[in-house]
């Protein structure tokens, strides 16, 4: 199965290594976990946002395609976008992760808030694979984090002793990971702040471990998805369902 992903950056989907190549990020680690062994024929093709720039200037502004995204908004333009590459790809599958994080104010951690910006983001995706007018045989995955890929990694405090052992004050380091993660936020430009970023970042350092792509990817391979449903039952819980439809509507060799 050729899955065509797209996301915010390294530490989320991955990267291209120039010398071995596509560098699967924590997204792409879950999502092999939560297809257990329907993953061993996963082939990922990536793209970035960058390259739908240098996609235009090569093929020129096509009439059909700024009539199609004339209407949408957000990431409905990047939808749109992948969806067209995964079909020139032969692609099965695009999935497209994104955060819903947005700076200020106290309804950043309310539940309600959060739920409502969630749908709004991820029916922006939804919406720009929609709009595609071409051939219609990719299946397509808005995959959407409430804040970002850091809630969801902080919900399982056991993968973080499974990937890097207990560290020494192991009762002050239960106390540092949020209850409710997908609801955590705080000042950026503060290090004691519940800002996802801020808040992993001092749960690493009792691990002696800093916050990058590579820590973020062990502690996928860690994770429990059971509790990350659990603890993040907007935004993960909605990425497992999608998962389970995939399964269900049958895997593609």
């Given at each position: ?13 991955g ?135 850091e ?25 540092m ?52 449903k ?20 049958g895997?593609?060799?």
């Amino acid at each position: 199965m050729k899955i065509l992903i797209m996301g915010e950056g390294p530490t989320d989907v991955g990267y291209i290594d120039n010398q071995t190549g596509f560098v699967e990020g924590p997204v792409c680690v879950l999502l092999r976990h939560m297809l257990g062994k329907n993953s061993d024929h996963i082939e990922f093709v990536f793209t970035e946002k960058a390259d739908r720039k240098r996609d235009d200037k090569i093929r020129g502004k096509i009439r059909h395609r700024q009539r199609s995204l004339r209407t949408l908004h957000g990431q409905g333009k990047y939808a749109w976008w992948e969806k067209e590459k995964a079909i020139e790809e032969g692609a099965d599958v695009a999935l497209f992760y994104c955060d819903a994080d947005r700076e200020g104010g106290e309804d950043s951690r309310d539940r309600k808030n959060c739920k409502k910006r969630f749908d709004e983001v991820k029916k922006g995706i939804e919406d720009g694979f929609a709009a595609y007018e071409g051939e219609n045989q990719v299946r397509t995955m808005a995959v959407v984090a409430v804040k970002m890929i850091e809630s969801w990694l902080m919900a399982d405090p056991e993968s973080f002793n499974k990937a890097f052992g207990k560290p020494k004050n192991s009762k002050s380091n239960r106390n540092m990971f949020p209850k409710n993660p997908e609801l955590e936020w705080g000042a950026k430009n503060q290090p004691q702040s519940n800002y996802p970023k801020n808040q992993i970042k001092r749960i690493l350092d009792q691990y002696q471990q800093e916050p990058n792509r590579d820590t973020f990817r062990k502690l996928a391979e860690e994770a429990n998805i059971d509790v990350l449903k659990e603890k993040c039952p907007i935004s993960f819980s909605d990425f497992y369902n999608q998962v389970q439809k995939l399964k269900e509507e049958g895997m593609p060799n």
